[in-house]
C-alpha cells in the first residue's frame, strides 16, 4: 500500500470548520482514500472514504484532488469531541490490510 | 447492532506464556483484521481473514498467529511472549474484503508483559 504524509497536529477553535490535509503522491489508480480517527483509550473510528470523487456524510466531507495525489478531511464545525488523532490512509480495491501513518493530533480550542 | 467486541479488555501475562484473543465482528462482516498498536510503532497491520482463510499478513513474527471459524468469529494467538509484545491489539471487521469497504474497530484487548 501506497504511504501518506500528514502534518503531526493541528488546532482549530470550537465551531470552526477544520482541513486535514494529507498527501499521498503514489496513489495507484484503484486505491481507496479511507479516513479514520482514534480518540484517547478508543479504537480508530471510521469517518469517511472515496476513490475519486468528493464524499459527504453526517460526520465529514472528503474532498479529493483531480490527481488523486492529495486529500482534505473537513469537519464543518470542530466540537471538543472531535479532539482525537486523524489517520489518513490508502488502501487497494483488492486485500484489506491497512497501513496507518502517524496522522494528525487535532486540538480543538473552547 | 452491535459492534465489534473483544475479549479480553486486558491481560497481564508473564515472559514465555502465550495468550488467544478473541474478536466477534459485527453480524454480517465476513472480514477480520488484527492490529497492534504501541506508542513507539503506532498502528501495525498483523493479518486479515475473509471467509476463514488469511488473505494477507503483516511483517511480524511466526509467534504471531491467528483464524477464523465459520461463524467469522477470529482468534489471534501469541506464543513465547515479549516484553515488546504489550501493546494494545485491535480487531476490526468488515462487510467484506477490499478497499471500498469501511472496516469497524472493537475497544482493544490490552495486553501487559512482565
Known amino acids: 500500500d501506497a504511504k501518506t504524509t500528514q502534518p503531526n497536529s493541528m488546532e482549530s477553535n470550537e465551531e470552526e470548520p477544520v482541513h486535514l490535509p494529507c498527501n499521498h503522491s503514489t496513489i495507484s489508480g484503484t486505491d481507496y482514500i479511507h479516513w479514520y480517527r482514534q480518540l484517547p483509550s478508543q479504537g480508530p473510528e471510521y469517518v469517511i472514504h472515496g476513490l475519486t470523487s468528493n464524499v459527504n456524510n453526517r460526520m465529514a466531507s472528503l474532498a479529493i484532488a483531480e490527481d488523486r495525489k492529495s486529500s482534505t478531511l473537513i469537519l464543518h464545525r470542530a466540537t471538543l469531541r472531535d479532539a482525537a488523532v486523524y489517520y489518513c490512509?490508502?488502501?487497494?480495491?483488492?486485500?484489506?490490510?491497512?497501513?496507518f501513518g502517524t496522522g494528525t493530533s487535532l486540538t480543538v480550542i473552547p | 447492532k452491535a459492534g465489534v467486541t473483544q475479549t479480553p479488555r486486558y491481560l497481564i501475562k508473564t515472559r514465555g506464556q502465550q495468550v488467544t484473543l478473541s474478536c466477534s465482528p459485527i453480524?454480517?462482516?465476513?472480514?477480520v483484521s488484527w492490529y497492534q498498536q504501541t506508542p513507539g510503532q503506532g498502528l501495525q497491520f498483523l493479518f486479515e481473514?475473509?471467509?476463514?482463510?488469511?488473505?494477507n499478513k503483516g511483517n511480524f513474527p511466526g509467534r504471531f498467529s491467528g483464524r477464523q471459524f465459520s461463524n467469522s468469529r477470529s482468534e489471534m494467538n501469541v506464543s513465547t511472549l515479549e516484553l515488546g509484545d504489550s501493546a494494545l491489539y485491535l480487531c476490526?471487521?468488515?462487510?467484506?474484503?477490499?478497499?471500498?469497504?469501511?472496516?469497524?474497530f472493537g475497544p482493544g484487548t490490552r495486553l501487559t508483559v512482565t
Open positions: 476490526a471487521s468488515s462487510l467484506s474484503a477490499g478497499g471500498s469497504y469501511e472496516q469497524y
Open positions: 453480524s454480517g462482516h465476513r472480514s
Open positions: 481473514y475473509f471467509s476463514e482463510t488469511q488473505r
Open positions: 490512509i490508502l488502501r487497494a480495491s483488492t486485500g484489506n490490510q491497512f497501513y
